[in-house]
């Protein structure tokens, strides 16, 4: 099983539409794929028209009394499941700090999905605590959508001094451009020089209405307009990213 998670310390970027979106493609595949929305806002799970409430509570699955199994739901794609938000989770970084060893309880958790599935896309929330750092742990994958401006490429460096002084490999850290507009003389000069960095994939999702829709219809884009240009960079940007994991 590889773990991808999206994340980037910012709001807002699509981090939960590249989840959504390239999840939906690694299904479309073959491929056993779950989403584990550990954001509260539970944007994922709105899109999947599941009730953002984990029956029991997410501190029992956290602490190892009730198998995450029991909290997955299936979605109405093939091969795709959902593991929902609970607006609980918003204890969580909370409920983290009050284990000992949150990063190995956390990576055990993971560690039970073993076997059972080909990929798990967590769709992290924004901000960072002890859940993201114990997901940058127990992840092969953290995955960013950058908003190719000044601000976003600087919360990306912030990330890679994070894992740099706190042991984790940047190896595992890989970024795509987000809802770029090349139109904006900012966002070319952005981009033109953060491809220099090979952890930058080089599709990007430019900013498209098609994405947006996603909230009306409640369905990745390959699914409700296959042939639009939305789902054609998803598709290439889920190309890349898997040739890169080999
Ligand atoms: N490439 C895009 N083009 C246009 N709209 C987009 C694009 N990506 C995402 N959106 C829209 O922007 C909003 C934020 O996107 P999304 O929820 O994916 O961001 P996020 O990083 O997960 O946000 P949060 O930090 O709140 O979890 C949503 O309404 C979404 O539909
Ligand atoms: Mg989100």
Redesign the pocket.
């Known amino acids: 099983m590889i773990t991808l998670a999206l994340y ?1 310390i910012k ?8 989840c959504v979106n390239l999840a939906y493609l690694a299904a479309q595949e073959g491929k056993q794929v779950l989403i584990w929305d550990l ?1 509260p ?1 539970g ?1 994922a799970t709105f899109y999947f028209e599941e009730t953002a409430k984990i029956k029991g509570g997410i501190k029992k699955l956290l602490l190892g009394e009730a198998p995450l199994a029991d909290a997955i739901k299936p979605t109405a794609f093939d091969n795709l499941s959902l593991l929902p938000a609970d607006f609980g989770n918003r204890h969580i970084d909370g409920l983290l700090d009050d284990l000992k060893q949150s990063k190995k309880r956390f990576k055990s958790l993971v560690a039970q999905l073993q076997g059972h599935y080909d990929y798990l896309f967590i ?1 992290c ?2 901000g960072v605590g002890t859940v993201s750092e114990a997901i940058f742990a127990a992840a092969d994958v953290v995955l960013f ?1 950058t908003i190719p401006t000044t601000l976003s490429i600087r919360t990306w460096e912030m990330a890679n001094t994070f894992f740099t002084d706190n042991q984790l490999s940047t190896n595992k850290l890989y970024a795509y451009f ?2 770029a507009d090349i139109r904006k003389t900012m966002h070319n000069d952005t981009m033109a020089q953060f491809y220099r960095n090979k952890q930058f994939l080089k599709n990007y ?5 098609t ?2 829709k ?2 009306s219809h409640l369905a990745p884009v390959a699914h409700f307009a296959p042939s639009s240009y939305a789902a054609q960079c998803f598709r290439d940007l889920w190309k890349e990213l898997k040739k890169q994991l080999g």
């Open positions: 980037n709001g807002g970027v699509g981090k939960t539409a590249g954001d806002q944007a769709d929330a924004p959508p987000s809802m999702i430019p900013y498209l209405s994405i947006e996603m909230g």
